[in-house]
């Protein structure tokens, strides 16, 4: 029961943390629309899911590109789909557990993955920055 109370405690936290971010009092403007962050993550789902269909394309066809523990991913279509999404979220948020690693061309993609996933965050906070700007000189 108190597992209960503390992930709802959790939830709230959250809730508030984002509400705050999105809300105005009177003299502002909120620091992020929520249009920009609705953007901003469907953004990472699109690359996440594109990437994990790469993955999964690639190891349909024959050339290896991700192994788990060592071991090349086998199993039916769903299966490597799961594997390679979940491997392109690790990726694209640079979190790298190290449990499901890429080989050979799957390396370079990799690469080109996590880039990107360490570019968006700066890109959103750019735009976010420059949206805030424009609303400050609209209001002089």
Do not use: Q
Not at 25 to 31: G, I, K, L, Q, V
């Amino acid at each position: 029961m108190l597992y209960l109370l503390v992930i709802l405690f959790i939830f709230v936290a959250i809730s508030i943390s984002f509400s705050n971010v999105f809300a105005s009092d009177s003299r502002s403007m909120p620091y992020v629309s929520k249009e920009t962050l609705l953007l901003l993550l469907l953004i990472y789902f699109t690359l996440l899911i594109s990437f994990g269909l790469l993955y999964t394309v690639l190891h349909i066809e024959g050339i290896p590109v991700l192994v788990e523990n060592g071991i090349e991913l086998t199993g039916n279509y769903f299966t490597i789909f799961t594997h390679s999404v979940y491997f392109s979220a690790v990726t694209i948020l640079t979190v790298g557990y190290g449990d499901v690693t890429p080989i050979g061309i799957g390396r370079v993609i990799a690469m080109a993955e996590a880039l990107i996933g360490f570019v968006m965050p700066a890109a959103f906070v750019v735009r976010v920055v420059l949206h805030m700007d424009g609303r400050e000189t609209k209001k002089k």
